[in-house]
């Protein structure tokens, strides 16, 4: 287990380097968590699979809470509920892991994360005791399923700004929520509501454990949406629903944190939930490619083709990676608060709290190599990628919701740089002295260290350092030139933003091969390798794209020069063939007939 003072702080990949044997990488899953894995692919070869048309369909109200229960009973919904309370207690890298294996149930995974995550964690992490035994239990084994309602009509991503209201009743024994809430997932199935409103004139939400027995709730019919279709989403009304005094979760007031905190959550776990599709999407690929004859040949033989599906693979290692990465390292800092003496729920929050802008590094990462993968595979199948008798039609128009939900990416990317700067300001993350020392390198005389190229990673870890400079020379001198104002300037947040996450994911896939490499040897890594490369070509590009249009956006005169020609400086590529490399690891790829990483 790892201690604090050791182990890395969130956010401070940018200012701090990692070595391969420190982060946590998916081959490392014990035996256990791969047979629990096992458990969750059979239940979707078995349950969803054969089913997917009937259950986007919705024609049968019943099957979607049959095959919850059956979930429950394998014990799908209880992964991380402690065992005191019916659900396995495993940690919480297995319930990425299982997040990323139900990914590619469709629907259903939206089902699922509405559930286990903002359905059931909100109870986990602040209820009493007695709230504990008496819904956690209920909960686990899908006996009841649950839904989380705080959008509202006129309260998406500014969800504290609700009308739903929650006014004592006379007798000071209930609390009568009124109000309407929206794109409820599960809503239609639900019988416990964790739901967020507003008592009198208070500022800020508090939160309630509302039992659909309650009375007084009602709800529209299903939305008629894109994608995700066989998951329910409801508008849900509550009219003078009445709720008992001791069903309010937490502190008055201590919603909005609430929701906050269970999102890091969602956002982590909504990183790792893309995987099981995109390497469905990406499986599916290769084999349609190699059966697909075109001028006489497969199209997989075709560079094109190869290009895109070494794409689609160098992407979805790099998220994997990263959530995985990310995943351990809350879940050590969760052991390590515990061992300080904080109580269990107290130190998995501020655990993941500490790392929220991982999280929110994975769920923008995630849900966008989601998009672009699922675009390439329509792409791949030419005309049946576009047939809703082939399965690219599906998991396109499911994928893009990714985007929008757990808080848009904008949201996302506009908090994960609040959040490091806030932390900056605060001297959590020691952001200025390194900011400085970049700041002075730029008018100093380049000094040209040599690299042991032969070492394996030397380039790119040099290449890596360079672009966490280029986010503490752009970062801190946007911050210096725009001080408080640089909240209203979005443009420049979005840039920062694009830099951390793509030196988050380069990084991430970096050590990952490298200890790949350390276990089994280079030769058996090469593929990996050859995707941690490409991966650290291509965010080299990005980042400088990316840091470019923000210098222009607030610097003038001869201080843009100077950052534009550090920029230069500091996103010099390893000119790679990455041509080659992308065959080379497109020609495995099709020899395996799979995603085989
Ligand atoms: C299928 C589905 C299931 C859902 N499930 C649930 C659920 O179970 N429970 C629940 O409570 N909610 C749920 N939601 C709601 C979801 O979380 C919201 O849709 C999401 O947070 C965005 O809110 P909004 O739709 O009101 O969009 P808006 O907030 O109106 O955003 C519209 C656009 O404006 C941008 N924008 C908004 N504010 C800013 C800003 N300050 N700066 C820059 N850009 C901004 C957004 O990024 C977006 O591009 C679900 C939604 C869908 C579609």
């Given amino acids: 287990m790892a201690t604090i003072s050791k182990s890395i702080q969130g956010g401070e990949f940018l200012i701090r380097d990692t070595e391969a044997q420190d982060i946590f990488i998916p081959e490392e899953f014990t035996e256990e968590q791969r ?16 089913r997917v048309e009937e259950i986007d369909s919705m024609k049968n109200p019943d099957l979607v809470p049959s095959i919850f229960k059956k979930a ?51 109870i986990l992490y602040y209820g009493t005791e007695e709230q504990k035994q008496k819904y956690l239990p209920k909960l686990a084994v899908g006996e009841w399923a649950a839904c989380y309602c705080l959008t509202e009509p006129d309260a998406g991503s500014d969800a504290n700004s609700g009308k739903t209201k929650a006014t004592l009743s006379a007798d000071g024994k209930h609390y009568l ?80 944190k609430i929701a906050v905190n269970i999102l890091n959550i969602g956002r982590v776990k909504l990183g790792a939930g893309v995987l099981g599709g995109v390497r469905g999407v990406t499986s599916l690929s290769i084999k349609y490619s190699t059966d697909r004859k075109q001028f006489g040949v497969s199209i997989n033989t075709f560079g094109a083709i190869k290009s895109k599906l070494a794409e689609m693979a160098t992407k979805i290692f790099a998220t994997e990676s990263l959530c995985y990465r990310a995943g351990q390292d809350i879940e050590d800092r969760m052991g390590a608060l515990a061992a300080e003496g904080l109580p269990d729920a107290e130190a998995k929050l501020k655990a993941l709290e500490q790392f929220a802008i991982e999280c929110a590094i994975a769920k923008v990462h995630g849900s966008e190599v989601l998009d672009y993968v699922v675009d390439q595979g329509v792409q791949i199948y030419g005309g049946m990628g576009y047939s809703a008798d082939a399965p690219m039609e599906r998991a396109y128009r499911d994928a893009r919701i990714s985007r929008i939900y757990e808080g848009t990416n904008e949201i996302n990317r506009m908090l994960m740089v609040g959040m490091v700067l806030k932390r900056a300001m605060k001297g959590e993350i020691n952001l200025f002295e390194p900011a400085m020392a970049v700041a002075s390198e730029l008018t100093s005389v380049p000094s040209f260290e040599s690299i042991d190229a032969s070492e394996l990673f030397a380039v790119e870890k040099d290449i890596l350092k360079k672009l966490k400079k280029v986010f503490l020379m752009v970062g801190g001198k946007a ?34 091969a490298e200890k790949i490499a350390m276990k089994n040897g280079e030769d058996s890594a090469k593929n990996q390798i050859a995707m941690a490369k490409i991966y650290l070509y291509e965010a080299t590009d990005k980042i400088e794209a990316a840091a470019k249009e923000a210098i222009v956006s607030f610097a003038k005169g001869d201080e843009q020069k100077v950052l534009l020609m550090g920029l230069k400086r500091f996103t010099k590529p390893d000119f790679i063939n990455v041509k080659e490399l992308r065959r080379q690891v497109a020609d495995y790829m099709i020899a395996q007939g799979k995603y085989p990483f």
């Fill in 479 to 512: 911050a210096m030139a725009l001080q408080d104002r640089i909240e209203d300037e979005q443009e420049i947040m979005m840039n920062l933003a694009d830099v951390m996450i793509e030196i988050y994911a380069a990084e991430s896939a970096i050590l990952r």
């Fill in 72 to 122: 429950g009973d394998l014990g799908l919904l209880g992964i991380t509920v402690p065992e005191e309370y019916g659900g396995l207690g495993m940690s919480f890298n297995t319930s990425m892991l299982i997040a990323d294996i139900i990914g590619a149930a469709g629907s259903f995974s939206t089902t699922y994360g509405a559930h286990t995550g903002i359905g059931t964690l909100p």
């Fill in 177 to 256: 929520i009124n109000g309407q809430k929206m794109w409820i997932s599960n809503a239609g199935f639900a019988d416990l509501f964790i739901v967020f409103a507003k008592i009198e004139e208070d500022k800020n939400l508090t939160a309630f454990i509302v039992e659909k027995t309650f009375g007084g709730i009602t709800m529209n019919e299903e939305e008629k949406k894109l994608g995700i279709k066989g998951s329910s989403t409801r508008q849900v009304f509550f009219n003078d629903c009445p709720v008992p005094v001791e069903n309010m979760l937490s502190e008055r007031g201590n919603g909005f």
């Fill in 35 to 50: 047979m629990m894995a096992q458990a969750c692919q059979d239940f979707i070869d078995t349950e969803i699979e054969p």
